[in-house]
T-cell receptor, first 110, second 118 residues
Framework: DQQVKQNSPSLSVQEGRISILNCDYT??????FLWYKKYPAEGPTFLIS?????DKNEDGRFTVFLNKSAKHLSLHIVPSQPGDSAVYFC?????????FGTGTSLTVIP | GAVVSQHPSRVICKSGTSVKIECRSL??????MFWYRQFPKQSLMLMAT?????????EQGVEKDKFLINHASLTLSTLTVTSAHPEDSSFYIC??????????????FGPGTRLLVL
């Protein structure tokens, strides 16, 4: 069964507004979480990560929030830009293995 | 939910030997499978795309003769690292893509295989 889930396959946001991408997981033993951005025909590019001991990590326009009690992860992009349009994957690490969500396709409308 | 498995999860081998990594889609038929290699800073580089029954399409800079990909069935793809060298040490991840009718293509990732070449 999927241990990492992204329940929204797609999201559209107006340029300049906030994009919020969500991710849920089931395994409380995950110790590290990552967000990847993927353009068509390319491999996923690492975006931002967070350790399980933290609840927030910020890098420029990107902020990741971790709610361990809810087993929920979210990525906030603000302000959103048309170049942010891509598929975003969340991933969680346990030991030597990674577990990926199925991705959310973000479209930022100019 | 769809699951992709990889075997082995970790392998250590001597320089010059060949290593085979299996990628299986456990409960769906993957019309397309992708092989990635993880580099520092954790980005995944797409190595090749394979469709069942046909030859894999390799990305620029990836040696076809070194990284042999076989996609013999809709549930199994294999990556063989031939004559592995220490610089091939990396984390290799596969993913299977599934399309159902008019539904969007969904990509399911395997957990990865850590290769260490001594």
């Amino acid at each position: 069964d999927q241990q990492v889930k992204q329940n929204s396959p797609s999201l559209s946001v107006q340029e300049g507004r906030i994009s919020i991408l969500n991710c849920d997981y089931t395994n409380s033993m995950f110790d590290y979480f990552l967000w990847y951005k993927k353009y068509p025909a390319e491999g996923p590019t690492f975006l931002i990560s967070i350790s399980s001991i933290k609840d927030k990590n910020e890098d420029g326009r990107f902020t990741v929030f971790l709610n361990k009690s809810a087993k929920h992860l979210s990525l906030h992009i603000v302000p959103s830009q048309p170049g942010d349009s891509a598929v975003y994957f969340c991933a969680a690490r346990f030991g030597n293995q990674f577990y990926f969500g199925t991705g959310t396709s973000l479209t930022v409308i100019p | 939910g769809a699951v992709v498995s990889q075997h082995p999860s970790r392998v250590i081998c001597k320089s010059g030997t060949s290593v085979k990594i299996e990628c299986r889609s456990l409960d769906f038929q993957a019309t397309t499978m992708f092989w990635y290699r993880q580099f520092p800073k954790q980005s995944l580089m797409l190595m090749a795309t394979s469709n069942e029954g046909s030859k894999a399409t390799y990305e620029q800079g990836v040696e076809k003769d070194k990284f042999l990909i076989n996609h013999a069935s809709l549930t199994l793809s294999t990556l063989t690292v031939t004559s592995a060298h220490p610089e091939d040490s990396s984390f290799y991840i596969c993913s299977g893509q599934y399309r159902s009718g008019t539904a969007r293509e969904t990509q399911y990732f395997g957990p990865g295989t850590r290769l260490l070449v001594l």
